[in-house]
């Protein structure tokens, strides 16, 4: 699924801050103004889906943001994204209504422009530490490709089962586009008092005006749709985060294929436990082996059967919770539901591992 998180929109008026200052007040009056520089104030509201309000004056005008939750409108939490277009327009005539209230005057959709937005692609799976392979490959290639280099990896520990394991990253590609990857039912269930059983993997992007304004060509709330960020946005950013993703993945493979030279039965378990942050799948070392294998067809094959016990040996007492088996069919799942590409992956113990388009 995609759709719509959080989110700031400005919207300036001509009217004094103060009457706009009166009417915050007078409309939560359990609430207690923080001012900040200037004659900007801060109202904390954490109510229903409006987390804060913003009153600033600027060239003899007054701005006021709001930041709320697309999400969260008519409902007790931001589990899942907001994916209906009648319902983003219903929680923005709310944001209409709060702004007449507080400051007196008519407006409508027009006049608000984001500030930020975040889009989201989201999807329930079975295990997020099944894709613990498919993340690192992730991580690694945004590190190692994108100039801005700012980002954060996150892990947490199991005492019962004894493993860490990996929880997401966030990373900043520019000065206008952040993504945050990780487990939704699990950072819901930190903060819940009724826990959700499962496991949802979320990909949020966090998009400036900037952003916004040069795929859309604007950043009106009322002239942005979740069909254009889909087409517009989703769709091409998606594809540059592929792309990074499949330099990663086959630059993986060519170390693989570089170290394996000349391998033995006896150096195959000191290679993968190397290597083992470089091995996508059992099927890529399967690969490996049989392309430089020089013995014959029924010793490789006891080969492969070697690799798959060493990689389930390693799986199951590594310290990194992680899973070695079915991330080929992973992969093809991440790059369509959460990177919205469509795209196959491919790959035998003859054929090396690529990608096709359709």
């Known amino acids: 699924m995609v759709g719509l998180d959080r989110a700031a929109v400005w919207v300036q008026l001509e009217v004094d801050a103060e009457l706009a200052i009166l009417g915050i007040r007078k409309k939560f009056p359990y609430i207690k103004a923080k001012k900040l520089t200037g004659n900007t104030q801060t109202f904390k509201i954490n109510k229903d889906n409006i987390n804060e309000i913003r009153v600033k004056e600027k060239a003899g005008k007054t701005l006021i943001k709001i930041d709320f939750s697309y999400s969260k409108y008519k409902r007790e939490d931001n589990l899942y994204p907001l994916e209906d277009e009648k319902m983003k327009i219903l929680v923005e005539d709310e944001l209409v209504n709060i702004i007449e209230e507080i400051a007196l005057v008519k407006i409508n959709r027009k006049h608000f422009k984001y500030e930020y937005l975040e889009v989201c692609s989201q999807e329930n799976i079975k295990s997020f530490s099944q894709f613990h392979n498919i993340i690192s490959a992730f991580y690694r290639g945004l590190k190692r490709n994108v100039n801005y280099q700012d980002g954060i990896r996150f892990e947490n520990y199991n005492s019962n089962l004894d493993f860490y394991y990996n929880t997401g990253f966030i990373y900043q590609v520019n000065r206008g586009w952040k993504i945050r990857l990780y487990n939704k039912i699990l950072e819901h269930n930190k903060k819940a008092t009724e826990k959700i059983i499962g496991n949802s993997i979320r990909l949020e992007h966090r998009l400036t005006t900037t952003v916004l304004t040069y795929f859309c060509k604007s950043a009106k709330i009322s002239e942005i749709t979740i069909s254009t960020l889909k087409e517009k946005i989703l769709s091409e950013i998606g594809l540059k985060l592929f ?16 170290k394996f030279k000349d391998y033995t039965s006896r150096s195959l378990v000191s290679l993968i436990r190397d290597l083992q942050e470089h091995i996508l799948d059992v099927e890529v070392v399967n690969y490996v082996v049989t392309s430089l294998g020089k013995t014959s067809e029924r010793q490789i094959k006891r080969y492969r059967q070697r690799v798959k016990e060493i990689l389930k040996e390693f799986q ?14 992973r992969l093809e799942f991440f790059i369509k539901k959460i990177l919205c590409c469509n795209i196959k992956v491919k790959i035998n113990n003859k054929e090396r591992l690529h990608f096709i388009s359709y």
């Open 243 to 258: 792309k990074y993703l499949e330099a990663e993945v086959q630059r993986d493979i060519d170390l693989l294929e570089e």
């Open 316 to 329: 199951e007492n590594n310290g990194i919770k992680r899973c070695n088996f079915g991330n080929i069919e």
